[in-house]
C-alpha cells in the first residue's frame, strides 16, 4: 500500500525558512510526478510545484525564486525548500505523487495528510 508522510512544518517568522519531507513508501510502485499542493485557511487548494523523476520542475509564479522542489530517488523521499517566507504563505502543505503499480500498472494519485506551514511575527 501506497504511503505519503509529510513533516517539517512548522512556525516561521517572515523571511524565514523551512523544509518540508516527504516519504513516500510502498514496495512494487513507481513514483513518477511528484508535487507540493497547499491550502489556506477559506481558500482552494493549490498546485505548489512539480518534479518528474528526471529532476525537472516546475512551480507556480508566487513562489519562483523562492521555493525549490527536489526528490532524492533512492529512498523515495520528495523535498520543498522554501526560503524568504511570506505571511500568504501559511498553509497546509500536502504531498502528492502519481504512482504506477508496477511492472505494468496504470497510474493513480495519492495524497499525504498535509503538514501545517504558519509564516507569521
Known amino acids: 500500500q501506497v504511503q505519503l508522510v509529510e513533516s517539517g512544518g512548522g512556525l516561521v517568522q517572515p523571511g524565514g525558512s523551512l523544509r518540508l519531507s516527504c516519504a513516500a513508501s510502498?514496495?512494487?510502485?513507481?513514483?513518477?510526478?511528484m508535487g507540493w499542493y497547499r491550502q489556506a485557511p477559506g481558500k482552494e487548494r493549490e498546485l505548489v510545484a512539480q518534479i518528474i523523476s528526471n529532476g525537472a520542475s516546475t512551480y507556480t509564479d508566487s513562489v519562483k525564486g523562492r521555493f525549490h522542489i527536489s526528490r532524492d530517488n533512492t529512498n523515495n523521499t520528495l523535498y520543498l525548500q522554501m526560503s524568504v517566507l511570506k505571511p500568504e504563505d501559511t498553509a497546509v502543505y500536502y504531498c502528492?505523487?502519481?504512482?504506477?503499480?508496477?511492472?505494468?500498472?496504470?497510474?493513480?494519485?495519492?495524497w499525504g495528510q498535509g503538514t501545517q506551514v504558519t509564516v507569521s511575527s
Open positions: 510502498g514496495g512494487f510502485f513507481s513514483f513518477n510526478v
Open positions: 502528492n505523487a502519481d504512482v504506477s503499480k508496477l511492472p505494468y500498472g496504470p497510474s493513480y494519485t495519492c
